[in-house]
């Protein structure tokens, strides 16, 4: 099993940044990806970026140039770097890590974009 604990959520205003936090009871290294999710009210949970072992990123196409993912295997973390941020970004996001076949979900935090 892989425990997460996200934190960095929080308060912006429009145009503002966030710095997501992903702390993961494992050596990263060994998680065959790991990832954000995001889930705004009354919309489907969808993928916002993720991160192979091997370091290949992917991002939605409506974060592309604002957001970035990256990690810290040292202290087994992975971030997103989100700025610019926009109302439409309002969710609660979710770190995922898919590990031999499962998937694990952190709590989620929420990350409000006023306008």
């Known amino acids: 099993q892989v425990q997460l604990v996200e934190s960095g959520g929080g308060l912006v205003q429009a145009g503002g940044s966030l710095r997501l936090s992903c702390a993961a009871s494992?050596?990263?290294?060994?998680?065959?990806?790991m990832g954000w999710y995001r889930q705004a009210p009354g919309k489907q949970r969808e993928l916002v970026a993720t991160?192979?072992?091997?370091?290949?990123?992917n991002y939605a196409d409506s974060v592309k140039g604002r957001f970035t993912i990256s990690r810290s295997i040292a202290v087994n973390t992975v971030y997103l770097q989100m700025s610019s941020l926009e109302p439409a970004d309002t969710a609660v996001y979710y770190c995922?890590?898919?590990?031999?076949?499962?998937?694990?979900w952190g709590q989620g935090t929420q990350v409000t974009v006023s306008s």
């Open positions: 494992k050596n990263i290294f060994t998680i065959n990806a």
């Open positions: 995922n890590a898919a590990y031999f076949g499962d998937d694990y």
């Open positions: 991160i192979t072992s091997g370091g290949s990123r």
